[in-house]
């Protein structure tokens, strides 16, 4: 089968949060099980673009509403991440040093969008599945049944993954001329609630609609930012289908960003070794219990009650327990936990930015992670803990509700809670010193975590299954 996968990100070449990941993984799995997989993106300035060969492999041009644009596909030269991988680039409006955040992102993933359309309108054949990914790829299906121009592509069977029903790429209607002349019979499509809606567009053209997990499939019809009607009423083509994690990169045994490699037969030690690099770079006590957090500082993640949740450890818990944040987002959070530092030193740090290997040096070293998430889609830092002989404590929410179980529960290994308050990460926090201060079970639970398999070996076959009920 062949298929073609579209997003605004794919790691290794641009990455701004879990959806990378997926598309970064997901097409590697497919390809190994014997399919040919291409991934396009738009093209944005990283360290990978200019780390690697491309070949020119189209040129077009297309309008977004009256303005020309021409675009260039490229093509990464020795298929180095295991299958095809494309970027478009239209001078002047992709090309840019960040994947989102500019006042034109509109213009930018709408004109992405239909230049991908446009290139598949020239292709000498039709892929099995056009696969869009979040609302950055959300036109593309109504584009290809509705756009006078592409219409011959609307056989295409199209299938559409939510990682995060929040953002939806809401346009006023004074937006419609920026897609190709289309039917306005079919303007129903596009519309939810007076504007243009790419997310829900897609939601109602797609074939197929997934998410990442089965419970955020559910959370999805009470709680979707607006859309929960339609996806009371889209039910039958949706399914969750849990996210897998990239078990090649992310493994202790031979992570080249980890101090000490270790497998679940020396986790102990092998987390030490680790533990204590990270205690020396950020001045903590490697006695002492480690949590971490790790993600983006918003309110979706529930971030913007750790520092009173950190603050009430110290004061009602325990002074003595290590906290280390890793993440960016709502500058008053990233204030607070900086503030932070110079109170609790020598127990506490945080570190304002992404940075990918020091996440893994973190997952290596760390006793906790920590996930309060309002609303988590998947999740896949849990997982990576899970991997890492680290103990996830979450909320129980969408993916982190499917892939945690409470150490209450027969064979549990994580500790869940059900409401993002500080009062309730308070609890976890002490229920998880009790787990630290009874080692043997403890050292059990990191090698029950380390062998769990979160691969991406059962969810790329579902995802098969799924492009063969509408191809
Ligand atoms: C989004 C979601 C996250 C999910 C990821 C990959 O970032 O917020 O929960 O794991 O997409 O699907």
Redesign the pocket.
């Known amino acids: 089968m062949e298929i073609l996968h579209v997003s605004a990100e794919s790691y290794p070449y641009a990455k701004a949060?879990?959806?990378a990941?997926?598309v970064g993984a997901l097409p590697k799995y497919q390809q190994q099980l014997g399919h040919v997989v291409k991934v396009v993106v738009p093209m944005h300035r990283t360290k990978f673009l200019y780390d690697n060969e491309w070949d020119t492999v189209h040129k077009g041009a297309i309008m977004l509403a009256s303005t020309f644009l021409e675009y260039t596909i490229i093509k990464e030269k020795t298929n180095k991440l295991g299958f095809d991988f494309y970027c478009v680039d239209i001078f002047g409006l992709l090309d840019r040093q960040k994947v989102y955040g500019y006042d034109d992102d509109t213009e930018r993933f709408v004109a992405f969008q239909i230049a991908v359309v446009d290139w598949l309108s020239n292709w000498q054949h039709r892929p099995d599945v056009v696969h869009v990914h979040?609302y950055h790829a959300g036109l593309i299906p109504f584009m290809m049944r509705h756009c006078y121009v592409y219409n011959h592509l609307a056989g295409i069977p199209a299938v559409l993954?939510i990682?995060?029903a929040q953002y939806q790429g809401w346009m006023g209607w004074d937006k419609a001329n920026y897609l190709p002349n289309w039917d306005s019979w079919h303007r129903g499509l596009l519309e939810w609630d007076n504007t243009i809606n790419p997310l829900a567009c897609a939601v109602k053209c797609a074939d197929k609609v997934t998410t990442?997990?089965p419970s955020?499939m559910e959370e999805l019809r009470y709680s979707a930012n607006g859309l929960e009607k339609l996806f009371e009423y889209e039910k039958g083509k949706c399914t969750g289908i849990l996210?897998g994690i990239d078990t090649l990169v992310w493994n202790t045994q031979t992570d080249t960003y980890i101090l000490d490699n270790f497998s679940a037969k020396d986790v102990v030690a092998g987390k030490k070794l680790n533990k204590k690099k990270l205690c020396d770079d950020f001045d903590l006590d490697i006695d002492k219990p480690l949590f971490i957090y790790i993600g983006r500082l918003v309110g979706?993640k529930a971030a913007e009650l750790l520092p009173q949740a950190i603050i009430d450890c110290y004061e009602k818990v325990d002074s003595k327990i290590n906290f280390l944040i890793l993440g960016s987002g709502d500058p008053s959070v990233e204030r607070q936990l900086e503030r932070m530092r110079s109170h609790f030193m020598g127990y506490y740090n945080s570190q304002i930015g992404y940075n990918e290997k020091l996440a893994h040096q973190m997952y290596a070293g760390a006793d906790f992670l920590l996930m309060p998430?309002r609303?988590?889609?998947?999740?896949?830092n849990q997982m990576y803990a899970l991997r890492y002989g680290t103990i996830p404590i979450v909320r129980n929410t969408?993916?982190l509700k499917d892939t945690v179980k409470d150490i209450g529960e027969p064979n549990g290994y994580g500790i869940n809670f059900n409401e993002p308050t500080v009062n309730d990460i308070v609890y976890s926090v002490t229920r998880a010193l009790e787990l630290y201060n009874a080692p043997k079970k403890m050292q059990a639970i990191q090698k029950q975590i380390m062998a769990i398999d979160n691969s991406w070996d059962k969810s790329a076959e579902s995802y098969i299954q799924l492009y063969n009920e509408v191809h």
């Open positions: 949060g879990g959806l990941d997926v979040d993954t990682h995060n990442v997990s955020y996210n979706e998430s609303v988590e889609p998947c999740g896949l969408g993916g």
